[in-house]
C-alpha cells in the first residue's frame, strides 16, 4: 500500500486532501502542529476508510522541523510515495509594521520548510523511480500583494521553485504539481486577518473539497501547474499584460478593505 504525507492536515484543503487519499486506498502519513487535532481528524477518517493513518506533531515553523519529519518516517519505516506540502500561512499589514517574529515564522514555513521537505523526500522517490509531490502555492504567486508582501513573494517562490523543479524531473517517474488555488472556503483568510474582504463572503467560492479533488487530479497525472477555476487561469494569463503600476495599485486597493 502506497503511503502519502500531508502537512497542514488538520484542517482546510489539507484535511480535504487525507480524506481523498483515504478514500483512494492510499495509507497516511499526517503532520500538523495540534496533536488534538490530529487525533479528530484521523477518527473522522478512520469512519470513511479503513487506510493505517500515522501522525507526527510539530510546529513545521520550527528551523530543524523538515529534518524531524524526514527522520520519523525512516526511523518508523514509512516510505513516502507522495507528499503534500500544504502548510502555509499569510499575514495582513504595512510590512515596515510587521513583527519580525511572524515574518520569519511565514517564511520558515511557506518556503523553508516546503523546499526542505521536497528536497529530503525528493531523493527517495527518485531512487526507487516513483513518486508525486504536490506543493501548494496560491493564485497570489502570479503578482506582488502590497499590505501582504512577504505572503505573496513567499507563493511566488513556491510557484517558481517548484516549476523549476518540474522540469529537472521530467526524464525520471516522479513528478511535481503546484497547486495555485484562489478564495476558498478555509480558515486562511481568518488567521490572515482578511476575513473582511468581499471575496471570502462569496456564497460561490469553492469548497476546501473542491479545491482538494481538483489538486488531486493534476498531482495525479502528472500535470507541473494546476490553477483552480475558470477566472483564476485567465487572470494569471492575462496578469502579464497588465501594467505594473496598475496592478500594484488594485492589489492595494483591494487589500485596504480589509
Do not use: W
Not at 149 to 157: E, M, T
Not at 235 to 249: E, G, M, N, R, T
Amino acid at each position: 500500500m502506497k503511503t502519502v504525507l500531508i502537512t497542514g492536515a488538520t484542517s482546510g484543503i489539507g484535511e480535504a486532501f487525507a480524506q481523498i487519499f483515504a478514500k483512494n486506498g492510499i495509507s497516511l502519513f499526517l503532520v500538523s502542529r495540534d496533536i488534538q487535532k490530529l487525533e479528530s481528524v484521523s477518527k473522522s477518517i478512520a469512519k470513511i476508510s479503513d487506510v493505517p493513518i500515522q501522525t507526527f506533531a510539530i510546529d513545521l515553523s520550527e528551523g530543524d522541523s523538515a529534518n524531524k519529519v524526514f527522520h520519523f518516517a525512516v526511523e518508523k519505516g514509512i516510505q513516502i510515495d507522495y507528499l503534500v506540502n500544504n502548510a502555509g500561512i499569510g499575514d495582513y499589514g504595512e510590512f515596515q509594521y510587521m513583527d519580525e517574529q511572524k515574518i520569519a515564522t511565514l517564511l520558515e514555513l511557506n518556503v523553508v520548510t516546503l523546499t526542505k521537505l521536497t528536497r529530503l523526500f525528493l531523493e527517495k522517490m527518485v531512487q526507487k523511480d516513483f513518486g508525486r509531490i504536490l506543493n501548494v502555492a496560491s493564485t497570489a504567486a502570479f503578482q506582488p500583494g502590497p499590505l501582504m508582501a512577504v505572503y505573496f513573494a513567499s507563493k511566488a517562490y513556491v510557484l517558481h521553485f517548484s516549476l523549476a523543479v518540474a522540469k529537472e524531473l521530467e526524464k525520471t517517474n516522479v513528478t511535481l504539481t503546484t497547486l495555485c488555488p484562489g478564495p476558498t472556503h478555509s480558515n486562511f483568510a481568518h488567521t490572515a486577518s482578511i476575513q473582511k474582504l468581499k471575496m471570502f463572503s462569496d456564497k460561490n467560492l469553492p469548497s476546501a473539497l473542491e479545491v482538494a479533488e481538483f489538486g488531486f487530479s493534476a498531482m495525479m497525472s502528472g500535470k507541473k501547474l494546476a490553477i483552480h477555476g475558470f477566472m483564476n487561469r485567465m487572470k494569471a494569463f492575462f496578469i502579464k499584460f497588465i501594467p505594473l503600476d496598475l496592478i500594484l495599485s488594485e492589489i492595494s486597493k483591494m487589500l485596504e478593505k480589509a
